[in-house]
C-alpha cells in the first residue's frame, strides 16, 4: 500500500457517519411519539405469508449489511492506493563485437555464410552488442552497436540474401547483377580512382566502431579478407592493428584459404591478428564459423550489476471492482428487500 493510513481513515469516516446515522434515525422515531395498536392483528403474525416476508426482509437486511461491508472495505483498500513492488536488477553485458566484412569480389561468398552464421549467434546473445561494417575502398556500417537482435537479424538476412542471390562465378570469373552493385556500390571507388580492398582503412573503420572507449569492455573485431590490397589507403594492416590495440580490441580474422597453402600476405594477417590476442581461421573450413564463435564466446563477458532499483506498479483493478461489486449488490438487495 502506497497509502495505508487512508484505508484507516475512511473506515472510520464510515462508522462514524454509519453510528450518527443510527443515533438520528432512533431520535426521530422518539419525537414520532407512542406508537398505535391496532385491534384483532395478531393473527397476522402466524399467517405463512406474513413469516415469508419477515424471512425475506431479514434475510436481505443481512446481505445488504454483508454487501455495504463488502463495499466499505473495498473501498478503503482502493484509497490506500495498492501496488506491487519488488527489486529490479538490471544486468547488462559489456562485450562489443564488430563483423567487419571485406566486400571485394573474391570475399563475398563467405560474407553471405559469416551473415548467416552469425544470424544464428545473436538468437543466443542477452545484452552484448553487434555491429556490422562491410569495406572496400570505403567503408560503411550497416547498423551500429545494438542489441536490437530483431533488427540485426533482419540485415544480415538482407545482406546475404543480396549476396546468394546476386553473386555469380564462373571459372573463376566473378559477376554481379545490377542489384547486388547498387548494395555494393558506397563501397566502390569512383572511377578515377585506382584503389580496393584497402585492409587497413576498413580495420580502422572497424575499431572506430567501438564507443565508450573509457569504459572497460570486451570488445572483438571479426575480420573476413584475404589481405590482398589494391591501392594506397590511409592504414596500413599493421598501423591499424596498433590502434586496435591501442583502444584494447582483439581482432580474430578469417582467410579464404588453407593455412597449408597461404600466401605472404595471409602469413602477415595471421601474425598481425594474433598479437592482438585474437586468432586465425580459414574461412573455407566447414567449422570455421564455429570456431571463431566459440573464440568470441570465450572471450572474458562482464556482466555490470547495477544497484537494485525499486519499483511500484499500481494495482487498483482488484479493490475498485470489489466496490463496484459490493455498491452494485447493496442496491440489489435493497431493492429486492424493499429497505
Same mark, same amino acid.
Given at each position: 500500500?502506497?497509502?495505508?493510513?487512508?484505508?484507516?481513515?475512511?473506515?472510520?469516516?464510515?462508522?462514524?457517519?454509519? +453510528?450518527?446515522?443510527?443515533?438520528?434515525? *432512533?431520535?426521530? !422515531?422518539?419525537?414520532?411519539?407512542?406508537?398505535?395498536?391496532?385491534?384483532?392483528?395478531?393473527?397476522?403474525?402466524?399467517?405463512?405469508?406474513?413469516?415469508?416476508?419477515? *424471512?425475506?426482509?431479514?434475510?436481505?437486511?443481512?446481505?445488504?449489511?454483508? +454487501?455495504?461491508?463488502?463495499?466499505?472495505?473495498?473501498?478503503?483498500?482502493?484509497?490506500?492506493?495498492?501496488? #506491487?513492488?519488488?527489486?529490479?536488477? =538490471?544486468?547488462?553485458?559489456?562485450?562489443?563485437?564488430?563483423?567487419?566484412?571485406?566486400?571485394?569480389?573474391?570475399?563475398?561468398?563467405?560474407?553471405?555464410?559469416?551473415?548467416?552464421?552469425?544470424?544464428?549467434?545473436?538468437?543466443?546473445?542477452?545484452?552484448? *552488442?553487434?555491429?556490422?561494417?562491410?569495406?572496400?575502398?570505403?567503408?560503411?556500417?550497416?547498423?551500429?552497436?545494438?542489441?536490437?537482435?530483431?533488427?540485426?537479424?533482419?540485415?544480415?538476412?538482407?545482406?546475404?540474401?543480396?549476396?546468394?542471390?546476386?553473386?555469380?562465378?564462373?571459372?573463376?570469373?566473378?559477376?554481379?547483377?545490377?542489384?547486388?552493385?547498387?548494395?555494393?556500390?558506397?563501397?566502390?571507388?569512383?572511377?578515377?580512382? =585506382?584503389?580496393?580492398?584497402?585492409?587497413?582503412?576498413?580495420?580502422?573503420? +572497424?575499431?572506430? !566502431?567501438?564507443?565508450?572507449? #573509457?569504459? =572497460?569492455?570486451?570488445?572483438?573485431?571479426?575480420?573476413?579478407?584475404?589481405?590482398?590490397?589494391? !591501392?594506397?589507403?590511409?592504414?596500413?594492416?599493421?598501423?591499424?592493428? =596498433?590502434?586496435?590495440?591501442?583502444?584494447?580490441?582483439?581482432?580474430?580474422?578469417?582467410?579464404?584459404?588453407?593455412?597449408?597453402?597461404?600466401?605472404?600476405?595471409?602469413?602477415?594477417?595471421?601474425?598481425?591478428?594474433?598479437?592482438? !590476442?585474437?586468432?586465425?581461421?580459414?574461412?573455407?573450413?566447414?567449422?570455421?564459423?564455429?570456431?571463431?564463435?566459440?573464440?568470441?564466446?570465450?572471450?572474458?563477458?562482464?556482466?555490470?550489476?547495477?544497484?537494485?532499483?525499486?519499483?511500484?506498479?499500481?494495482?487498483?483493478?482488484?479493490?475498485?471492482?470489489?466496490?463496484?461489486?459490493?455498491?452494485?449488490?447493496?442496491?440489489?438487495?435493497?431493492?429486492?428487500? *424493499?429497505?
Amino acid at each position: 500500500m502506497r497509502f495505508t493510513w487512508l484505508i484507516f481513515v475512511v473506515l472510520g469516516v464510515v462508522l462514524a457517519a454509519t +453510528c450518527a446515522g443510527w443515533f438520528l434515525a *432512533r431520535r426521530a !422515531g422518539q419525537r414520532a411519539g407512542e406508537k398505535g395498536w391496532v385491534a384483532n392483528t395478531g393473527y397476522v403474525r402466524g399467517l405463512p405469508k406474513y413469516q415469508a416476508l419477515v *424471512r425475506r426482509t431479514r434475510s436481505s437486511l443481512a446481505m445488504a449489511i454483508v +454487501c455495504f461491508l463488502i463495499a466499505v472495505i473495498a473501498a478503503s483498500v482502493s484509497a490506500g492506493a495498492p501496488v #506491487d513492488r519488488y527489486v529490479k536488477h =538490471e544486468k547488462s553485458s559489456s562485450r562489443d563485437i564488430v563483423i567487419c566484412l571485406d566486400a571485394s569480389g573474391s570475399m563475398l561468398p563467405y560474407d553471405s555464410k559469416i551473415g548467416e552464421s552469425f544470424k544464428k549467434i545473436i538468437s543466443r546473445f542477452e545484452g552484448e *552488442r553487434i555491429s556490422l561494417q562491410l569495406w572496400n575502398a570505403y567503408s560503411m556500417t550497416m547498423f551500429p552497436l545494438t542489441d536490437d537482435y530483431e533488427m540485426a537479424d533482419d540485415v544480415l538476412t538482407e545482406m546475404a540474401d543480396t549476396i546468394d542471390g546476386g553473386l555469380s562465378i564462373y571459372g573463376g570469373r566473378i559477376s554481379v547483377t545490377p542489384t547486388l552493385e547498387k548494395y555494393l556500390r558506397p563501397l566502390l571507388p569512383d572511377d578515377d580512382e =585506382e584503389k580496393a580492398s584497402l585492409v587497413g582503412d576498413g580495420l580502422a573503420s +572497424c575499431v572506430l !566502431g567501438f564507443d565508450h572507449t #573509457d569504459k =572497460e569492455r570486451s570488445r572483438t573485431i571479426l575480420l573476413a579478407t584475404d589481405n590482398e590490397v589494391y !591501392g594506397q589507403g590511409i592504414y596500413d594492416l599493421a598501423e591499424a592493428i =596498433e590502434f586496435a590495440k591501442s583502444q584494447k580490441v582483439t581482432v580474430s580474422a578469417l582467410y579464404p584459404g588453407s593455412e597449408y597453402a597461404m600466401t605472404s600476405e595471409a602469413y602477415e594477417l595471421r601474425d598481425q591478428v594474433r598479437s592482438t !590476442g585474437g586468432d586465425f581461421y580459414d574461412a573455407s573450413s566447414p567449422s570455421a564459423v564455429d570456431e571463431v564463435v566459440k573464440q568470441i564466446e570465450s572471450e572474458q563477458k562482464q556482466d555490470l550489476e547495477k544497484a537494485g532499483k525499486m519499483v511500484e506498479t499500481d494495482r487498483p483493478g482488484a479493490a475498485l471492482g470489489w466496490t463496484i461489486v459490493g455498491v452494485l449488490s447493496l442496491f440489489g438487495m435493497l431493492a429486492l428487500g *424493499r429497505l
